[in-house]
């Protein structure tokens, strides 16, 4: 095995662990792209990388009659990795979610070019800072205080309907602030619905406005949608 030989197979392996140490996060926390999607993007990438590193090794002979920017392979990738990573975004209810996962499976793809060009320090600094973030900030984020939000809406019997004012004083004695609050009479003409987007500072008080609700007969069906990532 060659000197040129050696260096491929350093670039390739050193990117097939980068891909796959992300990527296990990712499988830890049951997200769809994980350890096996991370780890082909970023061996992918810098496998491309390598095409434009080593020219002079698949096309002989050139010298300087072709040159070629590596830039713009590097740009041709992220711009392909953007597909993949709209891939895994998807929206469930009113929530939107796999951001973070698309998002790293494009910092990956960056880790790949700079392992394919053999740019070593920063692809294992950023590979050990992908990871802080991924997990450390996990963390970070439970501790924070932060804003619970939840879509909310509540349908009754057209002739059985409640006030406004006396829906709002539930929420407020459950820990909810209302916002946007809208009205709707179903199709068939039977029943209304409030509709209204809940802001609480504890998210356990979901959870709790539900079992109430759930034990109110006045209220014919209803929906608590908590939005996040």
């Known amino acids: 095995m060659n000197a040129i030989s050696i260096t491929i ?8 662990c980068a891909g796959g140490i992300i990527g296990l996060e990712r499988s830890y926390h049951g997200r769809p792209a994980g350890f096996r999607t991370h780890a082909l ?11 434009t ?16 920017d590596p830039t713009r392979m590097a740009q041709g990738i992220m711009t392909g990795i953007g597909f993949l990573g709209a891939g895994v975004i998807f929206k469930e209810g009113f929530s939107v979610r796999g951001l973070t996962t698309a998002a790293s499976i494009w910092i990956t793809a960056a880790i790949g070019i700079m392992i394919g060009i053999g740019f070593y320090f920063p692809a294992v ?21 932060s804003q619970a939000y ?4 509540l349908r009754f019997d057209r002739d059985n309907v409640p006030p406004e004012s006396e829906v709002r004083k539930i929420m407020a004695e459950h820990g909810f602030n209302v916002a946007n609050m809208s009205y709707r009479i179903t199709d068939d003409g039977q029943c209304f619905e409030y509709r209204m987007i809940l802001r609480s ?7 709790a406005l539900s079992a109430y609700l759930l034990g109110q007969k006045q209220v014919k069906t209803f929906q608590l949608s908590p939005t996040g990532d």
């Open 41 to 51: 993007v970023c061996l992918a990438s810098s496998l491309l990388m390598l095409v």
């Open 125 to 145: 600094l950023v590979t050990a800072l992908t990871l802080g973030i991924l997990s450390l900030f996990r963390k970070i984020e439970s501790w924070m205080p």
């Open 201 to 207: 500072s504890d998210p356990r008080h979901i959870a």
């Open 53 to 68: 590193l080593f020219q002079s090794t698949w096309l002989p002979g050139t010298g300087d009659t072709i040159r070629t």
């Open 150 to 153: 939840a879509h909310h809406y």
């Open 9 to 16: 197979t350093i670039h390739l392996i050193g990117a097939l």
